[in-house]
């Protein structure tokens, strides 16, 4: 699959039926996952649910607005590739900024939601987000 992008920092990756692409958006200034292919819309709102439902135990308004928009956006668009932000909110992981202490803590957080959302989205997300953390190390 080749994905076109004005971004330097791109990387593919297959997993199964899923191709995943990695970008640094220098904008926003953090990484995203693409996905593309098998994920439908429906498993990716049923997905956005379960970190919206996190997101309130948590407290987290901002990322739960996020997420909310997210999901009204693909809902309109009825599009069959998604945006996944890595971190699972828009956690700005800032490159310059990334020190170890850093890298255990949000480490830590993924395995504690790897660990929490099951499906599809398991292993392939969660290893993503490893490659990604290791690129930008």
Avoid at 48 to 77: A, Q
Wanted: aromatic share 10%; glycine share 2%; proline share 1%.
């Amino acid at each position: 699959m080749i994905i076109k992008t004005e971004n330097d920092f791109l990387k593919e990756i297959l997993y199964d039926d899923h191709a995943m692409c990695m970008l640094w958006n220098e904008r926003e200034n953090m990484i995203e996952v693409l996905w593309a292919g098998s994920v439908c819309n429906q498993e990716y709102n049923q997905y956005c649910d379960k970190v919206i439902e996190h997101c309130l135990l948590k407290e987290n308004s901002k990322l739960v607005m996020d997420m909310r928009k997210m999901k009204t956006d693909i809902i309109k668009s009825k599009i069959q590739i998604e945006w996944l932000p890595v971190f699972i909110a828009k956690t700005k992981i800032r490159r310059q900024a990334f020190v170890s202490t850093e890298l255990t803590e949000v480490l830590s957080q993924l395995e504690l939601i790897n660990s929490m959302f099951q499906g599809i989205f398991e292993v392939a997300v969660f290893n993503c987000h490893l490659k990604a953390l290791q690129w930008i190390s």
